[in-house]
């Protein structure tokens, strides 16, 4: 099983990102995903989950109409559209498999990460 993520970077508050996690060694669509994050110097946080079936998804509020999480099978790749963001945001964001079908059932790989850095 391998998690990379990519899309991270400097982008200006109230910009946009796409980050994507490419999986491999398993098939996404069959697994609850999540993407979490770690800001400097704190824990971490989950930020969104989608499911295995991909019709329900999940967010912590402060994210909410703004961070979108995504899939797409046929790529068995993993995205969080990232808009209108703040400086808030400013992490190192993992995607994370989960065990079974749903977000939250415990999640047993994770990436790398990537860096989104949102600063003027």
């Known amino acids: 099983v391998q998690l990379v993520e990519s899309g991270g970077g400097l982008v200006q508050p109230g910009g946009s990102l796409r980050l994507s996690c490419a999986a491999s060694g398993f098939t996404l669509s069959n697994y609850g995903m999540n993407w979490v994050r770690q800001a400097p110097g704190k824990g971490l946080e989950w930020v969104s989950g989608?499911?295995?079936?991909?019709?329900?998804?999940a967010s912590v509020d402060s994210v909410k109409g703004r961070l979108t999480i995504s899939r797409d099978s046929a790529k068995n790749t993993l995205y969080l559209q990232m808009n209108s963001l703040k400086p808030e945001d400013t992490a190192v964001y993992y995607c994370?498999?989960?065990?079974?079908?749903?977000w939250g059932d415990g999640m047993d790989y994770w990436g790398k990460g990537t860096l989104v850095t949102v600063s003027s």
């Open positions: 989608i499911n295995s079936g991909g019709d329900r998804l």
């Open positions: 994370a498999k989960d065990r079974g079908i749903w």
